[in-house]
């Protein structure tokens, strides 16, 4: 017997899977035909493990290398403006700075340190990060997840299951149950996740705005003849250029930029070690928490305000979680604790032994404090590093758009892959142009960075704390960790958060709104997509094709078949799509060899090329018709590998082979398709009565697949064609004008201007056909 049917004959005669498909009929158990679905999964390799890809040393220190060009830029050039926000009436008491010092160091600790590096980071899903990775790993664990498109072989693939054993699974149990019970806590949970992505782009707009006027204001120290009008078209002109050099690919732009942020963390450091030494190292005594207490005892709610200059100096640190994909956990984890926490610890800490002398020049800290040999060469590192800057929310804005598209909450959009040695790196042309256009926008609207500086904290403290509340989910119903550490969690940095939130929300006037408006926007658009994307959803659920009518067209003598394959795509995994049936009804003719394939984005990153399709072959066998769920991961996407068609025709050749010989060892009454039995009844125990294969003629059996496949093939060699819906969507007869305006105006708005299914996966326009049909919803 071969490997592929020892696989099969394994997965039939294994107990707990008889057990899960047989039935009592007239006081026996009579096995049901396994659905070629379940046959498919069981022979796929390490199907009961969880895919760990290993990563060698080399490669992780590379990609720590890289990460420094691409994560820490933004991070890295907060003391520019750090104090300058922090102290925006001036300092009124020397020990103040203490007081902030203090603060910067604990919340540097505390939050990319400890929370990002060593906990959230944990929570990836299979390497990837971000709002919408939280979000997958709840939909993988719970049924939380507003498309009924689960299938219960998504659970086979490897690295989809999460389920780890705990004493504390009552706990678990109880919140999943909730979750799933409430249609209201899926749709908030969904929501803010859409909410934490849009904040997460806005962010992407205000980093770069940010941290260019930033370095180029810093100009004005050296001489008085840089106007306004001018740092503000010299930072467009750097935005413009930034923006433009992202079509080479997170690699390259990586390797270009690591270097520069390296040099600019050795001169932050190294200036930072020095005026501790020169002016003031008493100001190490800051590790006492009670310089904090003492800051707002002496200025109350002048202190409170002052948080939001504080809270910048951990803007970016999302881009941090986000950007994981583009690189490894481990990778990141040794860059931010060999050079970026090391390095702003000890920049944060000369600025403070500055100004410990020099309480007028707060305006300036950064610069003021560079010692004057130093100037021109730090300069030109500032600005170069404030290009890096951007570069991480830009990074991380492409990675989560990439996931939230795959899982139907974003308009279609190009997606390019932009490098073949590492798995995640990708560009998104519409999008960086969008983004690039907001900068722009803001630079010359704004002006100045006190002013976008109060935009910026809101965006940075409202992902945080978002994402703080999800991690608390994963630790209670998948983690499922000791309730005194999601206590601790709680009261330590989920307290810190909301102060932080609670003082940017009170800028709110100043500058605040504009992430807000951002993300009402993209959240605007986002809802709208997705929330007809469910409801083409369900119409075709609710009007699917039945077998029964499939076959009778097969069957019917005026019903002409043509030598060829076709393929006929549609989103629906449980049944034969509404649009066949109006295909038929027009053009009354079918390919010798049809197969109904649906594109399906599981809540996991990535789907193993050998465990990506799944088959199931309707009856009766001799019509050739089959059905392909063909699963990815939301980072992938179809074109950057081979073609679909030539991938699919190869596992359908390893289905059909495995299908015939699966048929050849089961027992001679099994259920059929339409779930009717053959004839005569076996009794699981009566195993003399199964057929022996080998006693059977193999020869002939040989033949007869053989047959099989050259159907196949010669349906392969007369032509492949593509059909695919076009399908017009309007608001039903009754709908209020709510439902109209986001159907008939939005969504439909959104479809004629993105790209179209056809573009997205590469789908060759000389062989596709299109069949178009109104969905009223």
């Not at 780890?164 to 803010?192: D, N, T, Y």
């Not at 089959?626 to 679909?644: A, D």
Request: aromatic share 12%; charged share 20%; glycine share 8%.
């Amino acid at each position: 017997m071969s490997s592929t049917e020892a696989s099969a004959a394994a997965a039939y005669s294994e107990p707990s899977m008889v057990e899960a498909v047989s039935r009592e009929l007239g006081g026996k158990n009579v096995l049901r035909r396994f659905d070629s679905l379940d046959i498919e999964s069981s022979t796929v390799p390490g199907r009961h493990g969880h895919g760990s890809k290993v990563v060698g040393w080399s490669v992780v220190l590379h990609l720590a290398f890289q990460s420094i060009g691409i994560v820490y830029g933004d991070i890295g050039t907060s003391p520019l403006y750090v104090y300058a926000s922090t102290f925006s009436h001036g300092i009124k008491h020397n020990d103040d700075i203490l007081g902030v010092l203090s603060l910067i160091f604990y919340t540097l600790t505390l939050i990319p340190l400890i929370k990002y590096v060593f906990i959230v980071l944990q929570a990836n899903d299979n390497g990837e990060g971000g709002t919408f990775a939280l979000y997958s790993l709840m939909c993988r664990y719970a049924k939380v997840g507003l498309i009924p498109s689960q299938q219960a072989e998504d659970q086979e693939v490897s690295n989809f299951q999460l389920e780890l054993p705990s004493s504390r699974q009552w706990m678990a149990s109880r919140v999943k149950s909730k979750l799933e019970g409430s249609r209201f806590a899926k749709f908030f949970l969904l929501i803010a996740t859409m909410l934490g992505t849009a904040m997460v782009i806005g962010d992407g707009v205000l980093t770069p705005c940010m941290s260019v006027l930033s370095a180029v204001g810093g100009i004005k120290v050296a001489t008085s003849a840089m106007t306004e009008d001018m740092i503000v078209w010299i930072s467009v002109a750097i935005l413009i250029f930034l923006f433009m050099i992202q079509r080479f690919g997170t690699d390259k732009v990586g390797y270009t930029f690591a270097p520069i942020i390296c040099v600019w963390f050795a001169f932050i450091g190294g200036i930072g070690l020095y005026n501790f030494i020169k002016f003031d190292p008493s100001v190490v005594k800051a590790i006492n928490p009670k310089y904090i207490v003492d800051y707002f005892r002496r200025n109350k709610i002048e202190a409170w305000i002052s948080l939001g200059g504080t809270v910048l100096a951990i803007t970016g640190i999302e881009a941090l979680f986000a950007d994981v994909g583009h690189f490894t956990v481990r990778s990141i984890q040794i860059s931010m604790c060999s050079v970026t926490y090391p390095a702003l610890i000890l920049a944060y800490t000369g600025q403070a032994s500055f100004l410990r002398h020099h309480n007028d020049l707060v305006k300036d800290t950064f610069y003021e404090s560079i010692p004057a040999p130093l100037y021109w060469p730090t300069f030109v590192l500032a600005t170069l590093a404030s290009i890096v800057a951007s570069q991480a929310m830009i990074s991380g804005t492409f990675s989560i758009v990439q996931q939230s598209l795959s899982l139907g909450c974003f308009p279609r959009v190009k997606i390019v892959h932009t490098s073949a040695k590492y798995e995640g790196q990708v560009y998104i042309p519409e999008v960086n142009y969008l983004l690039m256009l907001a900068c722009i926008g803001v630079t010359l609207g704004f002006r100045s960075t006190a002013k976008i500086g109060n935009a910026y904290g809101i965006a940075v403290v409202f992902v945080m704390t978002l994402t703080s509340a999800f991690l608390v989910l994963i630790m209670i119903m998948i983690w499922k960790s000791h309730i005194l550490l999601i206590v601790s969690y709680v009261l330590v940095i989920g307290s810190v958060e909301l102060l932080y939130l609670s003082s940017v929300l009170y800028k709110f006037d100043r500058g605040g709104y504009l992430p807000l408006a951002f993300a009402a926007v993209l959240m605007s658009t986002m809802y709208i997509w997705n929330d007809v994307h469910r409801r083409k959803y369900f119409y075709e659920l609710n009007h699917k094709v039945s077998l029964g009518k499939l076959m009778e067209n097969a069957a019917d003598t005026k019903f002409c078949r043509l030598p060829g394959l076709a393929l006929f795509y549609s989103e629906l995994v449980q049944g034969i799509p509404p649009i066949f049936k109006h295909y038929v009804a027009n053009v009354p003719a079918m390919h010798s060899t049809l197969v109904f394939v649906s594109i399906k984005s599981l809540p996991i990153s990535k789907v193993p090329v050998e465990e990506r399709f799944l088959f199931r072959r309707l009856q009766p066998k001799d019509q050739n018709v089959f059905q392909c769920v063909v699963r990815y991961g939301y980072t992938y996407r179809p074109q950057e590998q081979e073609p679909l068609e030539k991938m699919l025709v190869e596992r359908l050749k390893e289905f059909i082979t495995d299908d015939f010989w699966f048929n050849q060892s089961k027992p001679n009454n099994v259920e059929n398709d339409y779930g009717e039995l053959d004839a005569g009844l076996v009794n699981d125990q009566d195993d003399h009565e199964n057929k022996d294969l080998n006693h059977v003629d193999k020869e002939k059996l040989q033949e007869e697949l053989g047959r099989e496949i050259e159907a196949l093939d010669e349906a392969w060699r007369a032509g492949v064609v593509h059909l695919i819906g076009e399908n017009e969507v309007v608001a039903g007869k009754g709908a209020g004008i709510g439902k109209r305006l986001l159907i008939n105006y939005g969504y439909n708005f959104l479809r004629k201007n993105l790209r179209q299914t056809e573009n997205v996966f590469d789908i060759p326009h000389k062989r596709m056909l299109k069949v178009g049909m109104t969905y009223k919803l």
